[in-house]
């Protein structure tokens, strides 16, 4: 496979996840946002931008490439969901301190989302058992690169909660997963079907400097 991107610490491929996924050596940890199942859009600025279209992929929770996923992952799985769509070894709670996007007039404004986890054959805690509930800020409406775009921050704390070199998101959006292994000093690989977000992710796993949001 030709990498879409490729520098010491990062390799990005550009494709649909479930032909890339064969074609990968074991990793370490899978730390990745998958489309929910939920025909994710927001009412308020429907299709006023390119950051509200559609997500591809969004019609179901991907349960068949998170098991493929379990397969490849040595220390485990951590993947973000919308409630519990398939059974999960532990399950996080993110308090997010802000609404979602959703249904405006009728739902509910969801604070919180979770976090599914499966250890793998090889997992092993950093510092010790952490609690599954975490507190971090959403990624500000205007800085999102990625309509579901995840804190830089709470990525960060999910990859040091568990030793881990190799990391692999096969949903990367715009890169956070990536920018923050790479910040951490880990390896990482990322795939994205949409090449818009690839081109975004190249950017930023090009800078230099460490992300500071």
Request: charged share 20%.
């Amino acid at each position: 496979m030709k990498p879409y991107y490729q520098d010491d610490a990062v390799t990005i491929y550009h494709g649909d996840c479930r032909d890339v996924l064969l074609h990968l050596p074991p990793v370490d940890l899978v730390l990745t946002d998958p489309p929910y199942g939920i025909g994710y859009i927001t009412s308020r600025r429907l299709y006023t931008d390119k950051l509200v279209a559609p997500i591809q992929g969004d019609e179901q929770y991907p349960v068949a490439i998170i098991q493929q996923c379990k397969t490849l992952a040595a220390v485990g799985v951590l993947a973000f969901a919308r409630g519990e769509p398939m059974k999960a070894h532990s399950m996080l709670v993110w308090v997010k301190n802000n609404w979602s996007v959703g249904d405006l007039e009728h739902a509910y404004g969801n604070r919180w989302e979770t976090i599914l986890w499966w250890p793998g054959p090889f997992h092993q805690w950093r510092n010790g058992r952490p609690a599954n509930v975490l507190f971090c800020d959403k990624v500000p409406p205007e800085q999102l690169q990625h309509p579901t775009e995840k804190p830089i921050a709470l990525l960060r704390q999910l990859i040091l909660q568990h030793k881990c070199d190799l990391i692999l998101d096969p949903f990367m959006g715009s890169g956070t997963t990536l920018r923050a292994a790479k910040d951490l000093g880990r390896k990482a690989i990322g795939i994205e079907i949409e090449e818009r977000y690839c081109e975004i992710a190249a950017k930023r796993m090009s800078q230099l400097v460490m992300e500071l949001t």
